[in-house]
């Protein structure tokens, strides 16, 4: 009627049934046939814009089945770590995605399923998933959601910089604390400049993880170090993946021994956390604060301001 106002939000949504011969990750336009008319209560007009928009073809996967190859199995825990990881290809629908958005699954290195590998459906490709993955393998199921709130967000901390010199080793730990959340997963990406430290990836004892990188965490947590010597990046994964789920406790969560490379001036050299994502023994994302340690005296609550994600 000329006097009903419309809530700002959502007018309705149109649901689209993929044709078989569409690829999996494959955008196409959507755009208005015409001008759109729109008036306000009593027939007035008023300046308005309209946006176009795309839709992306997923397949229609099992949730869990992160590896598109019909079933769940111990090789969608591996698919889910390396899709959270994976850098997907430029963003066609102009930056309008958020980056970790289950979308961009096909895309990138390695073409998961968006379907499969969001199996907390949340719409959220984040560690979270790797629980939820694990938990379906087993026959228990999975929430849809935020993790109920604690009274404070967790908190995952590293020192702003270390000191780097020449040939030199130093530590570079990583904290976490839960602040009562039940932390089952956690995910980040250590950063600093390559050209003043290095992480030596020798593996002695070949388990998978660098020998530099100590992870604490319970049995029955897959781990994983991933280690990109170009831009100085290390990331890091641990996901409970057997029955009851483990979880991680307070306290300091990764020691990283980086060394000075041959031109490190003894100079204090950044170290950044970025990717930071944590998950519970449900497999629904906790929410979580990213904080800076000072440099020297890192002691865990020695807080700097903060930066949130």
Known sequence: ?????LKEGVL??????????????QWTDITFSGTPSLKAAGGSTFNYATSNGKIVVVANDTRGDCNSDGSRNAGDFSATAREIWDSESTDSTSQDLAPDSWLWTPSGS?????Q??????DRKLAVADL??????????????????????????????????SAETAVEAPVYLQTNGSNVGAAAFTVNFDPAQLRLDPTDGDQDGIPDAVILNAPA??????????????????LSGVVMPMPT???????????????????????????DVSLGDADGNEVPA??????????????????VTR
């Not at 309705?12 to 990750?25: K, M, Q, R, S």
């Not at 026959?139 to 780097?164: K, M, N």
């Not at 904080?291 to 807080?303: E, K, N, S, T």
């Open 1 to 5: 009627s000329s006097t009903t106002v």
């Open 12 to 25: 309705g949504y149109l649901t689209f049934t993929g044709d078989a011969a569409c690829d999996p990750g």
């Open 110 to 114: 390695y073409a998961g399923s968006a």
């Open 116 to 121: 499969g590998c969001d199996s907390n459906n």
């Open 131 to 164: 629980v939820c993955t694990a938990r379906l393998f087993f026959g228990a199921t999975c929430t849809v959601g935020v993790a109920a709130a604690a009274s404070e967000p967790a908190v995952v901390a590293a020192p702003a910089a270390v000191l780097a």
């Open 220 to 237: 029955g947590m897959l781990r994983m170090v991933m280690y990109d010597a170009a831009p100085g990046q290390i990331h890091i994964m």
């Open 248 to 274: 991680l406790a307070d306290g300091k969560l990764a020691s990283i021994t980086l060394t000075g490379s041959a031109q490190a001036t003894g100079a204090l050299t950044q170290v950044t956390l970025t």
């Open 289 to 306: 604060e990213v904080q800076v340690l000072a440099p020297d005296g890192i002691q865990p609550g020695l807080f700097l301001p903060m």
